[in-house]
Nanobody
Framework: QVQLVESGGGLVQAGGSLRLSCAAS????????MGWFRQAPGKEREFVAG????????YYADSVKGRFTVSRDNAKNTVYLQMNSLKSEDTAVYYC?????????????????WGQGTQVTVSS
């Protein structure tokens, strides 16, 4: 069992930065692949970024590539999402998720545990 708690969301102007954190409970955090998803009002939840258990491989949606960076600190049971050059279209609730084993990191059905989400609002 893994419990996930996101933090770091807020209101930021376009072009600004935010860093989201996702703290995980449980001793087996380091064995989970981790992902970040987001959901804007009236839209489906979409993949943002993913990272393997060791942090050796990362994955990004085309819409955030070059602006967002996912990382993890297994000693702190925490995964991060650094978001730079934010745009109004990045406005959404951001969720972190944990997967024991994924076929594709981009599919939300591959994830076993989810956080409650944190709101990110980018003003233009």
């Amino acid at each position: 069992q893994v419990q996930l708690v996101e933090s770091g969301g807020g209101l930021v102007q376009a072009g600004g930065s935010l860093r989201l954190s996702c703290a995980a409970s449980g001793r087996t955090f380091s064995s989970y692949r981790m992902g970040w998803f987001r959901q804007a009002p009236g839209k489906e939840r979409e993949f943002v970024a993913g990272i393997t258990w060791s942090g050796g491989r990362t994955y990004y949606a085309d819409s955030v590539k070059g602006r967002f960076t996912v990382s993890r600190d297994n000693a702190k049971n925490t995964v991060y999402l650094q978001m730079n050059s934010l745009k109004s279209e990045d406005t959404a609730v951001y969720y972190c998720a944990a997967s024991a084993m994924w076929g594709s990191p981009k599919l939300y059905s591959e994830y076993d545990y989810w956080g409650q989400g944190t709101q990110v609002t980018v003003s233009s």
